[in-house]
């Protein structure tokens, strides 16, 4: 059974910071390609930042470049997300996955985490 553990959620002031962690069980974490998105309230989920299998590729979404830093442990068989200058537009459950492919379509993530909550104040 595959399981993703998201932690590390909370509440910051605008301009803080916030280091998600996923750890996985029951799958060749290694060889999966990782990502993170996020559900702000009354909208739809939208793709974050992903990372290769490897870790030697990472894709983000425009809004977070430069700010937010995905990184990997395989031997820990976890995923980090580093969040800096957060923003309050940036609140809301942030959910990791597992797929073959670091995309931003969230349809080639095939397990998915119960989220962990980020909220960003003013």
């Known amino acids: 059974q595959v399981q993703l553990v998201e932690s590390g959620g909370g509440l910051v002031q605008a301009g803080g910071s916030l280091r998600l962690s996923c750890t996985a069980s029951?799958?060749?974490?290694?060889?999966?390609?990782m990502g993170w998105f996020r559900q702000a309230p009354g909208k739809e989920r939208e793709f974050v930042a992903a990372?290769?299998?490897?870790?030697?590729?990472?894709y983000y979404t425009d809004s977070v470049k430069g700010r937010f830093t995905i990184t990997r442990d395989n031997a820990r068989k976890t995923v980090y997300l580093q969040m800096n200058s957060l923003k309050p537009e940036e609140t809301g459950v942030y959910y990791c996955a597992a797929g073959t492919v670091h995309k931003q379509e969230a349809t080639q993530y095939r397990y998915w985490g119960q989220g962990t909550q980020v909220t960003v104040s003013t």
């Open positions: 990372i290769s299998w490897g870790g030697f590729s990472t």
């Open positions: 029951g799958l060749t974490f290694s060889s999966s390609a």
